[in-house]
């Protein structure tokens, strides 16, 4: 069951904007390094991404699960990049570079994940959409699934931004 946002978007991202935003996500949070967390979709409303199954990930080493900490992490990350991408549509008016420079004071105020399922496979996908994005807090949706498609985890979280 995948959510959809309830507003609607403006015009797609630009490649400087998309590359910008990646590179600070993938590779400048040095926590999403070590979750190995890759972004596979980047709209105005709505986030994906994937992470790779690894053995330092394992949460039960008699299942080969992964651990649900690792799951709660990923989604946090993925919510706070669905914040950043809205934040990025609300003032397209401004440059790539203007807007990549606004994301200095996000934090998550609330967090729930359901864990539904064990998180067993080689990769998980994570969608996350922008559900309401208010003058200073974002509603967001997210799901974690398996590679085949299996609803694993899902998750709400509030954030807030300055």
Partial sequence: MTRKATHPAPLAFEPEFIAGLKEMFE???????????????????????????????????GHN???GGVISAALDSMGGLAVMA??????????????LARFGKLGTVDL????????????????????????????IWMEFMSADGWLLSTGVGVYMFA
């Fill in 65 to 67: 699960r992964l651990h």
């Fill in 27 to 61: 590779r400048r949070i040095v926590f999403n390094q070590v979750l190995g967390l890759r972004v596979t979709t980047l709209e105005p409303t709505q986030v994906a991404g994937r992470i790779a199954m690894r053995p330092d990930l394992v949460g039960h080493f």
């Fill in 112 to 139: 729930r994940v359901d864990y539904l399922r064990p998180g067993t496979g080689v990769h998980f996908n994570l969608h996350v959409v922008v559900m309401c994005l208010g003058l200073c807090v974002v509603f």
């Fill in 86 to 99: 809205a934040i990025g549509a609300r003032h397209m008016d401004e440059a790539p570079d203007v807007r």
